[in-house]
């Protein structure tokens, strides 16, 4: 239900129950029945299974690749319908209503954009240029369109969700990011002499961590369930240490390695030279290696949990609290796992991690309801979202693969 991105999970299994669909949009159901589940019962579950989703994936791989990717836009809504109907809370589900060509029309998009940045980019300066200034347009634009689509078409007990972060907020929250990201490659194309010139265009990625947490606050701070509006109170400072924090310990490990394949080596030159030699290498791949692991099987996914603790204790709906309490090194230890096990099956575990991570993180959030209200003013909210509906495909887009 809840992702890193908005609101909605990440998410796709078997079709929702009889009774939870009965449920979620019989009108005869009371609000107070509604309320009462919503108010007893705070616990997020994910029915879904491993197998299931094997079935799945292995399905839309092959279809995706059989048809050179067109089918990809189909096999998202499967996944997603999938993750969606079996998140469970409060005895009901969520639902995922995209439709997969708007998905198409959005990937078909990127593939156009993504085939003028690569080769037609570079061929002179005008084109450029021009390639860059529709981009600064478009993009902006293109990202917001996503979001509203992924949460216009997510629902539970028959609601739909919302995001009504403005146009104006958007090109000041994601017109730096595109700015930062097409640098480097202007600067190559415009001065391709200017060597000094490049490494200074990479410098503006150092506000990454500012950049992210704007537009996390951007997301967090929109999305509506029915009439119940969020808000965050995520600051800048709170969010940005946990980058501070990885790069601090990823520069201290790398001293240490460095320092330590110094001196083994150093060490060594009482033994013969090819002794040396061999000592070198091995050091180098030992501390490569160790690098790595650090790198993506600790401080990637500490970061993950630090930044996903902090964003949804942050963000509230009215009426209804999230808490995020996942541990931190139960979740390492789960990814480490989940690496392993991808990496010897050849990628064949890959959608066992999946369902893992999603559950892992699931099992660990919690939304309270503090009153009646808030559920009845959710309801109220479902008479006016079919307009948004239509406009989310209409004018949406789906960028994310």
Same mark, same amino acid.
């Given at each position: 239900?809840?992702?890193?991105?908005?609101?909605?999970?990440?998410?796709?299994?078997?079709?929702?129950?009889?009774?939870?669909?009965?449920?979620?949009?019989?009108?005869?159901?009371?609000?107070?029945?509604?309320?009462?589940?919503?108010?007893?019962?705070?616990?997020?579950?994910?029915?879904?299974?491993?197998?299931?989703?094997?079935?799945?994936?292995?399905?839309?791989?092959?279809?995706?690749?059989?048809?050179?990717?067109?089918?990809?836009?189909?096999?998202?809504?499967?996944?997603?319908?999938?993750?969606?109907?079996?998140?469970?809370?409060?005895?009901?589900?969520?639902?995922?209503?995209?439709?997969?060509?708007?998905?198409?029309?959005?990937?078909?998009?990127?593939?156009?954009?993504?085939?003028?940045?690569?080769?037609?980019?570079?061929?002179?300066?005008?084109?450029?240029?021009?390639? *860059?200034?529709?981009?600064?347009?478009?993009?902006?634009?293109?990202?917001?369109?996503?979001?509203?689509?992924?949460?216009?078409?997510?629902?539970?007990?028959?609601?739909?969700?919302?995001?009504?972060?403005?146009?104006?907020?958007?090109?000041?929250?994601?017109?730096?990011?595109?700015?930062?990201?097409?640098?480097?490659?202007?600067? &190559?194309?415009?001065?391709?002499?200017?060597?000094? /010139?490049?490494?200074?265009?990479?410098?503006?990625?150092?506000? /990454?961590? /500012?950049?992210?947490?704007?537009?996390?606050?951007?997301?967090?701070?929109?999305?509506?369930?029915?009439?119940?509006?969020?808000? &965050?109170?995520?600051?800048?400072?709170?969010?940005?240490?946990?980058?501070? %924090?990885?790069?601090?310990?990823?520069?201290?490990?790398?001293?240490?390695?460095?320092?330590?394949?110094?001196?083994?080596?150093?060490?060594?030159?009482?033994?013969?030279?090819?002794?040396?030699?061999?000592?070198?290498?091995?050091?180098?791949?030992?501390?490569?290696?160790?690098?790595?692991?650090?790198?993506?099987?600790?401080?990637?996914?500490?970061?993950?949990?630090?930044?996903?603790?902090?964003?949804?204790?942050?963000?509230?709906?009215?009426?209804?609290?999230?808490?995020?309490?996942?541990?931190?090194?139960?979740?390492?230890?789960?990814?480490?796992?989940?690496?392993?096990? &991808?990496?010897?099956?050849?990628?064949?575990?890959?959608?066992? *991690?999946?369902?893992?991570?999603?559950?892992?993180?699931?099992?660990?959030?919690?939304? &309270?309801? %503090?009153?009646?209200?808030?559920?009845?003013?959710?309801?109220?909210?479902?008479?006016?979202?079919?307009?948004?509906?239509?406009?989310?495909?209409?004018?949406?887009?789906?960028?994310?693969?």
């Amino acid at each position: 239900m809840l992702s890193s991105h908005a609101l909605p999970v990440d998410p796709l299994s078997a079709p929702a129950t009889e009774s939870q669909d009965f449920i979620s949009s019989n009108p005869t159901v009371s609000l107070t029945d509604t309320a009462l589940a919503l108010a007893t019962d705070d616990r997020i579950r994910f029915t879904g299974s491993g197998k299931e989703y094997f079935r799945i994936w292995i399905v839309n791989l092959c279809l995706t690749l059989l048809t050179l990717g067109v089918y990809s836009a189909w096999a998202k809504v499967r996944r997603l319908k999938y993750f969606d109907q079996n998140t469970v809370y409060a005895g009901a589900v969520f639902n995922f209503h995209g439709r997969p060509e708007v998905i198409l029309r959005g990937r078909i998009i990127s593939v156009i954009f993504l085939f003028f940045y690569h080769y037609v980019y570079g061929l002179s300066k005008l084109s450029a240029i021009l390639i *860059a200034l529709a981009l600064l347009f478009m993009l902006p634009l293109m990202l917001r369109g996503a979001l509203r689509f992924r949460l216009q078409n997510t629902s539970y007990r028959g609601i739909r969700f919302q995001f009504h972060g403005s146009r104006m907020r958007a090109y000041l929250v994601y017109l730096p990011v595109v700015v930062i990201f097409l640098l480097p490659g202007l600067v &190559t194309v415009l001065y391709p002499r200017r060597t000094t /010139w490049l490494i200074y265009a990479f410098l503006p990625y150092l506000s /990454w961590p /500012w950049l992210y947490a704007g537009m996390k606050r951007y997301q967090n701070g929109n999305f509506a369930y029915g009439r119940l509006r969020s808000a &965050t109170t995520l600051g800048w400072t709170r969010f940005v240490w946990p980058f501070v %924090a990885a790069v601090l310990v990823m520069l201290l490990a790398v001293f240490i390695i460095g320092l330590t394949t110094a001196v083994t080596v150093n060490g060594s030159k009482i033994f013969a030279k090819d002794k040396v030699v061999f000592a070198s290498v091995l050091m180098a791949i030992l501390g490569g290696v160790s690098a790595a692991y650090i790198v993506y099987l600790i401080l990637g996914p500490a970061l993950q949990v630090s930044l996903w603790n902090r964003l949804w204790n942050s963000t509230s709906l009215q009426g209804v609290q999230i808490q995020s309490v996942l541990p931190m090194s139960a979740y390492i230890k789960l990814q480490t796992k989940n690496f392993f096990l &991808t990496v010897l099956s050849l990628g064949l575990y890959r959608p066992f *991690a999946v369902v893992a991570a999603y559950r892992f993180r699931l099992e660990h959030m919690q939304l &309270t309801v %503090a009153s009646f209200e808030a559920a009845g003013a959710a309801a109220d909210g479902q008479r006016s979202t079919s307009t948004a509906d239509a406009s989310a495909d209409m004018f949406g887009f789906d960028l994310s693969w």
